[in-house]
DNA sequence: CTGTATCCCTCCTGATACTG
DNA sequence: CAGTATCAGGAGGGATACAG
């Protein structure tokens, strides 16, 4: 309601804006745009919990295409939030887990998870009430 | 690259997803697709500066086309995060304002904006790399 | 000043089928 | 088992013109 009053961590944004970086060449976009994925974050999650072959993950997260699983996880491994091993078994198989960054990064998605479940009922609720008006 | 321990946050994590919600029904969801808008964080920081007018914001934010800045800031007052208060001068004007909920975001996205200041110069360097072998 | 309406186009995503 | 190829649908986003 009214205008919070400035931090720390909320400078750092400020500089980071007025550092003058475009909107193509912003790091905050860099990061951000993992989160917007349909599935990063979720594979981020399942590979938290322990490195995973590919076919593992696949039955985590069923509702995953296999395209979608190859194509985020290559995206991941190329911004080096997971590395991707493959071993020379008999069918060969690959095995993905978090790098150190990867798991630096976790926390963060962490706190949003902790936020979100705190504030997703009153979200629904302001988003129920503003739809009535219309 | 090693799995990382367990720690408090992330068993939230873990909690969310064992309470059964299914991917449309993911209260997390609810948060990162407000995040994933090209334009939804940026708008947030800006605000947080202070409550600012359509006009203000639409100069402050160059590169947003009228229909988007409408468009997201209708987004972000019907999930709660900013309020809109139309004020009856001559030429009407329109005030935007960060709700007390979407406030309470914003430590979040600094958070996210600080690793990403930490980060970005590494991503790139990976990037590049993963790219020269391609 | 603060929006709406329209058109258009790209990218993300899913479904399916196929290969080493 | 792990991955690629192809096609199709829909949402997100931009440019422009118009309206209260």
Redesign the pocket.
């Known amino acids: 309601m009214t205008a919070t009053p400035m931090n720390e961590p909320i400078m750092d944004l400020v500089a980071a804006k007025e550092r003058g970086f475009t909107l193509d060449d912003c790091p905050v976009r860099d990061v951000l745009d993992k989160l917007?994925?349909?599935?990063a974050t979720l594979l981020l999650f399942e590979l938290h919990i322990g490195p995973k072959?590919?076919?593992?993950l696949?039955r985590s997260v069923p509702?995953?295409?296999?395209?979608?699983l190859?194509?985020?996880?290559?995206t991941l491994e190329r911004d080096g939030f997971i590395s991707?091993t493959?071993k020379p078994t008999k069918?060969?198989?690959?095995?993905y887990a978090l790098t150190d960054m990867g798991a630096s990064f976790m926390p963060l998605i962490a706190e949003i998870v902790a936020w979100a479940d705190q504030n997703h009922e009153q979200i629904r609720l302001m988003r129920r009430t503003f739809d009535a008006v219309e």
């Open positions: 917007s994925g349909k599935w072959r590919f076919g593992v696949r509702d995953i295409s296999q395209r979608m190859t194509q985020t996880l290559r991707r493959v069918p060969p198989s690959v095995e």
